[in-house]
């Protein structure tokens, strides 16, 4: 089926992945910034 | 507002309703009406999703959440992507191939007709009730602002809305949610600025966010276990996860908005692209109410940002009492002020003892100031009980009308408004969707022509509206907004979840048991809700689990299903 294939990326567990990776960077950052200025 | 401000808000508002009526023309059947043909692309369903759930009420009282609380109401949002990511993999392709317009007719394909009515009428008493607080949150402003007669306000507020969401259906609402989005940003941005050139000009930016961290309003992230805490890192990844998989996964204002995908792809690059960038603009948005603290750390605060019941104490028999509290709170502005001074040459300096004896002396002062204020409530109260004494909502409002520059005050009351627009025009869209689909068409008249159908939808549109016009009518006192709308959902978004997973991860429960799983997991929510204090977040978990476990546990009981039932449902 050609609606397997993602329009951008590679595939969809590579887009899956990129938004969960995201998300962790985002954690690491904001607990970061909690820690450097509280 | 001056002029000019005037000029910018209505030229914008006009624009909004001129366009949606442009846009959502020509529709003679259900699929463009409900669905816009299902012909959108990615970009128009991730604004559109983004818009539904950015209402005034996000921007009005998140950045208040922050100057009173911090920034941990981010934490809210930590389950957003993770749940995008499962809706994509597994919710997006089921509803797109039984080509569904409501996401409770597929309950009807899995289940039976009563499990898809008892979720679609769940679904509208909730929603009903939400559409009616977005309309309430931009009222409130203007009659705060104008000296309006808020039930009036509400009335033309909401009329606007329902004007280009019945004449053009779902066509309208999605591309005016483009616009509509893309003020919105501006106006955040564009705030976020002057906030941060409004803190006087001898404290750099740096400083600025050192100071909003050393008194307690940077505390994104918070690692500690707590159930009666509403905001935690556990409670955003497993309450906050449950309530945005029933947000968007069950609720209608949602579904809807992804169903208008011309193929599976557009539907899911849409959420995918939600699940990135939503936890960065929820923290941006906090951001500026964490700044705004800042900036009233130079430049005095009221003692209540309310002005509507600051006036009505300053004639009462209270009145020389709170101006005695207005004092006090004066005075220990005052003196905060210049400890934050000495806080910030401490920093300057690399002192920190004095660092630390600045914070100390600053942190002793905030407690001091916070018992005045708690004096100040209580006297509100005195003098008039069911006096609104939740003023979190009116910081960021204040602020701008105090200090943003011509021109700007009437973009950001755009965006406000704007906001406002988006998401309550997804909603009666949704309710009349729901209304038409799940129970006008497959219950009471399965058999009228499809233009009887959108005919029948555009009145339910304006039915909805005037619900939720007067909902909002009574809204007045239900504290802070944004907790108001999401602990609504959570006492409902917890159920209906679980009616969703049984229906999409197993294939032996049946309708009834799921229905009585459903109505023991509300019966719990409740219970825990009105007798214990377990925080909000916690009760979509509760609602789901116990729902679930209670319709496996029913499933055994009940007599056994004939073979050919049970295929049949799986």
Redesign the interface.
Known sequence: MT?D????GRS?ST??I???V??AV??II??A??R??? | MSRLDWLVLGATLGFIVAYGLWKGRRQRNLDSYILADRKLQWPTIALSIMATQASAITFLSTPGQAFADGMRFVQFYLGLPVAMVLLSMFAVPIFHRLKVYTAYEFLETRFDVKTRTLTAVLFLIQRGLSTGLTIYAPALIVSVLLGWNLYVTNLIIGTLVIIYTATGGTKAVSWTHVQQMLIILGGMATALIIAIRSIPGDISFFEAVRVAGRMGRLNAIDFSFDLTTNYTFWSGMVGGLMVALSYFGCDQSQVQRYLTGETPAESRLGLLFNGLVKVPMQFFILFVGAMVFVFYQFVAPPLFFNTAERAKIGVSRFAADYAELEDAHRANFVQKRQHVRELVTAMRADDAPGAAAAQAKVRAIQTRDAATRKAAIDLIKRNDATADVSDTNYIFLSFVLRFLPIGVVGLVMAAIFCASMSSTAAGLNALSSTSVVDIYKRLINPNATETDYVRMSKWLTVFWGGFAIAFAMYATRLGSLIEAVNKLGSYFYGTILAIFILAFFTKTVGGTATCLGAVVGEATVLYFSFFTKLAWLWWNVIGCVVGIIAALLIERLLPDREPDEVAEAA
């Open positions: 609606d294939r993602p329009p951008i969809w887009l899956y990129a938004v969960l995201n998300l985002l954690i904001f607990y910034f909690t450097y200025f509280r």
